[in-house]
């Protein structure tokens, strides 16, 4: 019998070993993200579907296949679907030449202009729908102009859907694009490929997974639209999501809002499904450089014509609906002035709309915004570290669990807070906290779709050279890992604080009287009838602008050593 040297049995067994503590450390980043989805998630949506679905203690199981069958159902859901997906796309033509601007093309006022166009994402649905309806609707600037009104129409939505998303493809693209290193593409022309080819076989395939990425997260967005349609799309159109929100608030029909969440939770979880099994991220080691390297002035009059339509796209999709929110602040009673500005510092002139100023709603917003963004850095991070791995059931299953709030009602998720976290050791409808945790619910999924392409792209060879020299997994990604992602980091922390600014749906429910945000008083200011309160309502929407528009553009500032524009 022959016995194999041990030095053999040694050698063979270190992959092993390897694997086993790289498995170890996934599922060591996997704990945290699981336990808060798990709590802040999965428990309340769980706690609001039971509550609909049983009567003395049974479950009724009959009303789902009653709400299912419906007809009225089915053509919700189609619409649902048609205007996210159309919404999508249109999203997506009209952005990803403003992600190649951003990019690659230096120009004055670029990091203004680009603080600007996320505004709109993180304004109250509310808000920007009647914007929209003043630019489309009866009266508008359309109607006045050349007698044309768009307000009622899938137009009108899909068109304020653009106006929301834009910055989702510009960010999320853009980010990855502009630290793609042009020298590739350079190659491929000079070994006789042209510039639409090498553009389609060297750029586009390093770009298709933060393409995939905007795409999921935009049409997430619409899949749950609420205020837009609502306002935009009058009687004739209905989301789930405003479906949910009647069968609850207004008709009282809990069971039937259980019911059609569980029809939009499936939709999602189908979804990033087909997601997973088709156009799920196949990041390629890429060669990542500066992006202020890869800026430059346009060239030509191609490249300047191209600036030029970008601008003009920005300008009438995105400052016109702005401006005329700003105009619409001044507009008072007696001429344009600083009547509703002044309005906003006594809690006596809303007719009891508050117990404090609704200015102190900026406070508000700004202590909850930070306190979201520093819990959805951490557990994105984690998470987005954990998913670095592109194989295997458990990082699918893990991907799209963090997806899931994107597509769920917030509608749902409020309630759920309500009903589920009332009792201890989980009593916190009383903590300021409570705000916070819902907002990075969202939040989350923003900073992983955003580090996930930087983290994948990062040559695996370094990080095993870190090791050989001896350093623990800890320390490789410490050294390795976070100085090439500190761009997608600090792109991440704006979009979580961006969103949790502009959270409306489950704070609505859950933020205390004497403690509002911005986007919860503009609400109750715009339930309110009387001009007083809706000139408040539009002022208060101008402060979130701007408070919004600054936050962006001192991020638009920041440096991190080699890593980019942020």
Same mark, same amino acid.
């Given at each position: 019998?022959?016995?194999?040297?041990?030095?053999?049995?040694?050698?063979?067994?270190?992959?092993?070993?390897?694997?086993?503590?790289?498995?170890?450390?996934?599922?060591?980043?996997?704990?945290?993200?699981?336990?808060?989805?798990?709590?802040?998630?999965?428990?309340?949506?769980?706690?609001?579907?039971?509550?609909?679905?049983?009567?003395?203690?049974?479950?009724?199981?009959?009303?789902?296949?009653?709400?299912?069958?419906?007809?009225?159902?089915?053509?919700?859901?189609?619409?649902?679907?048609?205007?996210?997906?159309?919404?999508?796309?249109?999203?997506?033509?009209?952005? *990803?030449?403003?992600?190649?601007?951003?990019?690659?093309?230096?120009?004055?006022?670029?990091?203004?202009?680009?603080?600007?166009?996320?505004?709109?994402?993180?304004?109250?649905?509310?808000?920007?729908?009647?914007?929209?309806?003043?630019?489309?609707?009866?009266?508008?600037?359309?109607?006045?102009?050349?007698?044309?009104?768009?307000?009622?129409?899938?137009?009108?939505?899909?068109?304020?859907?653009?106006?929301?998303?834009?910055?989702?493809?510009?960010?999320?693209?853009?980010?990855?694009?502009?630290?793609?290193?042009?020298?590739?593409?350079?190659?491929?022309?000079?070994?006789?490929?042209?510039?639409?080819?090498?553009?389609?076989?060297?750029?586009?395939?390093?770009?298709?997974?933060?393409?995939?990425?905007?795409? *999921?997260?935009?049409?997430?967005?619409?899949?749950?639209?609420?205020?837009?349609?609502?306002?935009?799309?009058?009687?004739?159109?209905?989301?789930?999501?405003?479906?949910?929100?009647?069968?609850?608030?207004?008709?009282?029909?809990?069971?039937?809002?259980?019911?059609?969440?569980?029809?939009?939770?499936?939709?999602?979880?189908?979804?990033?499904?087909?997601?997973?099994?088709?156009?799920?991220?196949?990041?390629?080691?890429?060669?990542?450089?500066?992006?202020?390297?890869?800026?430059?002035?346009?060239?030509?009059?191609?490249?300047?014509?191209?600036?030029?339509?970008?601008?003009?796209?920005?300008?009438?999709?995105?400052?016109?609906?702005?401006?005329?929110?700003?105009?619409?602040?001044?507009?008072?009673?007696?001429?344009?002035? &600083?009547?509703?500005?002044?309005?906003?510092? @006594?809690?006596?002139?809303?007719?009891?709309?508050?117990?404090?100023?609704?200015?102190?709603?900026?406070?508000?917003?700004?202590?909850?915004?930070?306190?979201?963004?520093?819990?959805?850095?951490?557990?994105?991070?984690?998470?987005?570290?954990?998913?670095?791995?592109?194989?295997?059931?458990?990082?699918?299953?893990?991907?799209?669990?963090?997806?899931?709030?994107?597509?769920? @009602?917030?509608?749902?998720?409020?309630?759920?807070?309500?009903?589920?976290?009332?009792?201890?050791?989980?009593?916190?409808?009383?903590?300021?906290? *409570?705000?916070?945790?819902?907002?990075?619910?969202?939040?989350?999924?923003?900073?992983?779709?955003?580090?996930?392409?930087?983290?994948?792209?990062?040559?695996?060879?370094?990080?095993?050279?870190?090791?050989?020299?001896?350093? @623990?997994?800890?320390?490789?990604?410490?050294?390795?890992?976070?100085?090439?992602?500190?761009?997608?980091?600090?792109?991440?922390?704006?979009?979580?604080?961006?969103? @949790?600014?502009?959270?409306?749906?489950?704070?609505?429910?859950?933020?205390?009287?004497?403690?509002? &945000? *911005?986007?919860?008083?503009?609400?109750?200011?715009?339930?309110?009838?009387?001009?007083?309160?809706?000139?408040?309502?539009?002022?208060?929407?101008?402060?979130?602008?701007?408070?919004?528009?600054?936050?962006?553009?001192?991020?638009?500032?920041?440096?991190?050593?080699?890593?980019?524009?942020?």
């Amino acid at each position: 019998m022959v016995l194999a040297r041990p030095e053999v049995a040694v050698e063979a067994a270190a992959p092993k070993a390897r694997g086993a503590r790289r498995t170890a450390v996934r599922l060591g980043l996997m704990a945290l993200p699981l336990a808060f989805f798990g709590v802040f998630f999965a428990y309340p949506v769980a706690a609001i579907v039971s509550r609909g679905l049983t009567a003395d203690g049974r479950w009724q199981f009959g009303r789902i296949g009653e709400v299912v069958t419906d007809p009225a159902t089915a053509h919700v859901l189609w619409f649902t679907t048609w205007q996210a997906a159309a919404s999508t796309a249109l999203t997506l033509a009209l952005a *990803l030449p403003g992600a190649y601007v951003f990019a690659r093309f230096d120009f004055p006022g670029k990091g203004l202009l680009r603080a600007v166009v996320t505004v709109p994402f993180v304004l109250p649905t509310v808000v920007a729908g009647s914007a929209f309806l003043a630019l489309l609707g009866r009266g508008g600037l359309l109607d006045e102009l050349w007698g044309v009104r768009l307000d009622t129409t899938v137009w009108a939505i899909l068109l304020a859907h653009v106006f929301f998303n834009y910055a989702v493809v510009v960010r999320t693209v853009g980010g990855l694009w502009g630290q793609l290193d042009p020298r590739q593409e350079e190659a491929a022309r000079v070994l006789g490929a042209g510039r639409f080819a090498a553009w389609r076989r060297v750029t586009l395939p390093a770009l298709a997974p933060a393409v995939a990425a905007a795409a *999921l997260m935009v049409f997430l967005f619409t899949f749950t639209s609420f205020g837009t349609v609502q306002i935009l799309g009058g009687p004739r159109y209905a989301t789930l999501e405003v479906e949910i929100y009647q069968q609850t608030a207004e008709l009282l029909d809990l069971p039937t809002a259980a019911v059609l969440t569980l029809v939009q939770f499936a939709a999602v979880a189908l979804l990033l499904l087909v997601h997973a099994r088709t156009v799920r991220r196949r990041e390629a080691t890429l060669r990542l450089v500066d992006a202020r390297r890869t800026a430059r002035r346009p060239r030509g009059a191609a490249q300047w014509t191209l600036l030029a339509a970008v601008l003009a796209v920005v300008a009438l999709l995105i400052l016109l609906p702005l401006v005329v929110l700003v105009l619409r602040s001044f507009d008072g009673p007696d001429g344009y002035g &600083t009547v509703f500005y002044r309005a906003l510092a @006594s809690a006596g002139d809303n007719g009891g709309t508050f117990v404090v100023p609704p200015l102190e709603a900026i406070g508000n917003s700004v202590s909850y915004g930070l306190a979201a963004t520093a819990i959805a850095v951490v557990v994105g991070g984690l998470a987005a570290a954990a998913l670095t791995r592109r194989k295997g059931f458990l990082v699918r299953g893990f991907d799209a669990l963090l997806m899931l709030p994107l597509g769920t @009602s917030a509608v749902t998720v409020g309630f759920g807070f309500l009903i589920a976290l009332d009792e201890p050791p989980l009593d916190l409808r009383t903590s300021w906290i *409570l705000v916070p945790l819902a907002q990075a619910l969202v939040g989350v999924p923003f900073v992983v779709r955003t580090m996930l392409p930087v983290l994948r792209a990062v040559d695996p060879r370094l990080r095993e050279a870190a090791a050989v020299l001896g350093a @623990s997994p800890l320390r490789a990604w410490r050294e390795v890992d976070l100085p090439m992602v500190g761009r997608a980091l600090a792109v991440s922390a704006g979009f979580a604080f961006a969103v @949790s600014l502009g959270e409306f749906g489950a704070t609505v429910f859950i933020a205390r009287p004497d403690s509002p &945000t *911005l986007p919860v008083a503009v609400a109750r200011l715009l339930g309110r009838p009387g001009e007083l309160n809706y000139g408040q309502a539009m002022a208060l929407s101008t402060v979130l602008m701007l408070v919004c528009a600054a936050a962006l553009l001192v991020l638009e500032r920041v440096r991190t050593d080699r890593t980019g524009e942020f």
